[in-house]
Structure formats: structure tokens, C-alpha cells
């Protein structure tokens, strides 16, 4: 009978292991994207009068008052002019006025 209770909590011990991957998958899948939220604070960070080059890895959507990626967004302030949609770089002259092209 000591082989049957080992597997007993052999099988218990991978039910509980397979839960909790499930678990794991459903929690990360869940998570926010921090990339808008990255770049928001980019934007709104910027000095008054000064320029501020901004890289982005990755082409994100400008709004009139929010940048969006993957379905997450992030208020900025509202830029000034704004043309197209995706960007993968941004020149920032200040968070009243920016000049943004489009790279994507």
C-alpha cells in the first residue's frame, strides 16, 4: 500500500503544479502594458523650452491627448500638432507644442 499512497501524492503534488502554471499564465496574460505609460512620462517630462528627442523600440499611436499600444493607453498632455498615427520617434520642444514623424 506505501506505493499507492506515493502516487497518490505524486498525482496530487502535479494537479496542484499544473493549477498553478495555469494560474501563472492567466496572471501575465492579465498584466498592463507599461510601454504607454513609459512613454507618457517621457513626453510629459519634458522641460519647458527645451528639445527632447524621444526613441521609441517600437511604433506607438499619438492621440490628441494619449498615446496607445496594444490597446493600453496613457494620457499626455495635449500636443500641439500631431500627424499620422504610428510613431517611432518623437522630437518634444515642450508639452505644449511638439513635432512628431512618423517612422513605422
Known amino acids: 500500500m506505501p506505493a499507492v499512497d506515493e502516487a497518490l501524492i505524486v498525482l496530487a ?3 496542484l503544479l499544473a493549477g498553478l502554471v495555469a ?4 496572471l501575465w496574460l492579465g498584466r498592463p502594458e507599461p510601454y504607454p505609460q513609459l512613454v507618457a ?5 519634458t522641460a519647458p523650452y527645451a528639445e527632447t528627442l524621444i526613441i521609441l523600440p517600437q ?4 492621440e490628441a491627448g494619449y498615446v496607445s ?3 493600453e493607453r496613457a494620457g499626455i498632455a495635449t500636443l500641439a500638432r500631431v500627424e499620422g498615427r504610428a ?3 518623437l522630437l518634444v520642444y515642450n508639452t505644449t507644442a511638439a513635432k512628431v514623424a512618423r517612422g513605422g
Open 23 to 26: 494560474l501563472a499564465g492567466r
Open 69 to 71: 499600444f496594444r490597446g
Open 13 to 15: 503534488e502535479v494537479v
Open 59 to 62: 511604433p506607438i499611436h499619438v
Open 41 to 45: 512620462k517621457a513626453i510629459n517630462a
Open 87 to 89: 510613431y517611432c520617434w
